[in-house]
């Protein structure tokens, strides 16, 4: 009985160890023949084939973090590569490199910068805060009369705007620095007030010296010169019509000298821009700087109404150079 019990022993150990051996001899030609893989897809599509996923992914997920070049923020990457282990012979060649590229490709870029923006409207793009904090201090440094009015703000967006230098902005921005006007210099044929009662016109084109921009954004209701049953005399000004309330801008930087009810032109505001140079903003429901104060060109003085006599809401715009009226149309509009 012992006998037997030995003999089925060492026959089961003969079996084990060539199942064993037969096992492990298939390993290593699987070994030698094959080797582990990761096949890759991407939105359900083959796009190739893997050694290594986790450097791979590393990558990927550096790639989203940082993106490549200057400026970007970060890389938007909607769909993620997927990855399955499979065993394929020594022979296939590996493509993470085209793999990376084909994943980089679905990215969207988000870029980083800063906007110079005045009175909240964004006019110039720098490239990081350094230079917009430079554009800054250079501006107060040269007491420029539109200091208090810029701002940065830090951007975040698909676009890449086109970038100046800090020199280059400085110079665009910079707004000569507001002269105290000389009583002395204003005409003869004006009020107390400081404002002209003259209501002749020229179709003269009188050089001021400064560029104007656009108080508001209107429709041209009555020209320079016009005649018609509301007013005594030609018209001395320009008339556009805007929605009660609107904002007025200064046309340019300066000085007021005038502001407050102005009989017929109802509220009003005129700013002094040296040299004898004049506007006046007529017809307003509010008045919002006073006389003295100096303002910067785009800066909102006012609100547009339809008070002293007026038949609608809208800007009365003049100006004058030593209290004579010209064609507001020859400078603006």
Not at 200 to 215: K, M, V
Not at 231 to 253: E, K, M, N, Q, W
Request: net charge positive.
């Amino acid at each position: 009985m012992l006998k037997k019990f030995f003999v089925h022993f060492r026959t089961s150990i003969r079996v084990t160890s060539i199942l064993f051996l037969s096992t492990f001899l298939i390993l290593m030609a699987l070994v030698v023949i094959y080797k582990p893989i990761y096949g890759v897809t991407l939105n359900g599509e083959f796009i190739g084939y893997s050694k290594d996923k986790t450097k791979l992914q590393k990558r990927i997920n550096s790639y989203m973090e940082n993106g490549e070049g200057e400026n970007i923020a970060f890389v938007q990457i909607d769909a993620l590569p997927e990855y399955k282990m499979c065993l394929l012979k020594r022979g296939i060649v590996t493509d993470d490199e085209a793999i990376f590229e084909k994943v980089k490709s679905t990215g969207i870029n988000y870029y980083t910068y800063y906007a110079i923006a005045e009175n909240n409207e964004e006019k110039l793009y720098v490239s990081n805060f350094s230079e917009a904090e430079q554009i800054v201090n250079s501006l107060k440094e040269k007491n420029s009369s539109n200091k208090d009015n810029i701002s940065l703000k830090e951007k975040y967006s698909t676009e890449l705007k086109d970038f100046v230098s800090v020199e280059e902005a400085v110079a665009k921005l910079y707004v000569e620095p507001i002269k105290v006007v000389n009583s002395k210099r204003i005409a003869t044929n004006t009020t107390a007030r400081g404002v002209s009662t003259s209501t002749g016109i020229t179709n003269a084109r009188y050089n001021i010296g400064i560029s104007l921009i656009r108080p508001i954004s209107g429709t041209i209701t009555s020209k320079y010169g016009s005649r018609s049953g509301v007013r005594s005399g030609a018209h001395t000004g320009l008339d556009i019509a805007a929605p009660y309330g609107t904002s007025i801008a200064a046309a340019a930087s300066g000085t007021v000298v005038f502001s407050g009810w102005n009989g017929s032109l109802g509220k009003m505001i005129a700013i002094d821009h040296g040299n004898g140079v004049q506007t006046y903003y007529a017809h307003c429901s509010s008045l919002l700087v006073g006389v003295g104060t100096k303002v910067s060109q785009g800066q909102t003085i006012a609100k547009v109404g339809s008070t002293g006599n007026s038949t609608g809401n809208h800007l009365h715009l003049e100006v004058r150079v030593n209290g004579k009226s010209y064609n507001p149309q020859y400078y603006v509009y």
